[in-house]
């Protein structure tokens, strides 16, 4: 089976379901990541002087590293406005992203849900767009067959002290995976890889947050209880 993993900046997978890709990766599915992003515009590059543009050259780096550590099947990085894509047409974003989906062929994509966990508007556009893409690809293309949208419990949300975080209600989650111990550690790994990012990274203590179960929403699809794998009971 192949997935498409669609997020807007670079990270987002690490400081998500990095452990949920290494295990599908580990089961002999195809995991593909796309960023829309570099990433340049976080207020990071203050701290190390550097333009938007030296930034998402740092942070591209730093996601190679990424890719070579969760073994992706495959990787692209775009280049839009980060910070900047509530201001573009959106009908741009949804080219680029069913022209992507169309080479790639998923079962399964996945990015955000509604409320982007963190409610940054890049993550809401994200959400909408891939929404949008999927539900015109299903009908015209056959694929992708399944939306799934990557969220956070209430009590994952409470635990979380440096991150005001939205989360969905119990009855809106239809999937939970169960990472193991090599995904964890991988994980972890995938973290350390954004070495611009280190000092955030100890000092919210993310790795200890990350839980081994990953909450996701199924557009249009309700399970209870919840599935285990993103492949299971794909819709016909």
């Not at 290494?22 to 190390?48: C, M, P, S, W």
């Not at 080219?95 to 809401?124: M, Q, R």
């Not at 409470?158 to 119990?170: D, Q």
């Amino acid at each position: 089976m192949k997935i498409l993993y669609i997020y807007p900046h670079p990270d987002d997978e690490s400081f998500g379901p990095a452990h949920v890709m290494n295990k599908q990766i580990r089961e002999g599915h195809e995991v593909y990541l796309l960023t829309l992003t570099k990433g340049g515009a976080t207020k990071k590059r203050f701290d190390l002087n550097l333009s938007i543009e030296e930034m998402g050259e740092v942070r591209y780096k730093e996601m190679l590293c990424v890719e070579k550590t969760l073994k992706l099947t495959g990787m692209t990085v775009w280049d839009l406005p980060d910070s900047g894509l509530k201001e573009m047409d959106p009908r741009e974003i949804e080219k680029v992203v069913e022209e992507h989906i169309h080479k790639i062929k998923p079962d399964v994509v996945a990015t955000y849900a509604v409320h982007g966990i963190s409610g940054f508007h890049d993550h809401l556009v994200s959400h909408a767009v891939v929404k949008n893409v999927f539900c015109r690809l299903k009908e015209t293309a056959g694929y992708p067959k399944r939306f799934a949208m990557v969220t956070v419990d209430e009590q994952t949300s409470k635990e979380s002290p440096h991150f005001k975080l939205n989360f969905s209600k119990e009855e809106e989650i239809d999937c939970i995976v169960t990472a193991d111990d090599e995904d964890m550690k991988a994980l972890h790994d995938a973290l350390d890889c954004y070495e611009s990012y280190k000092s955030v990274i100890e000092e919210t203590n993310i790795k200890g947050l990350l839980k081994r179960e990953s909450t996701f929403e199924l557009f249009q699809e309700n399970y209870d209880p919840p599935i285990t794998d993103l492949f299971d009971k794909l819709p016909g």
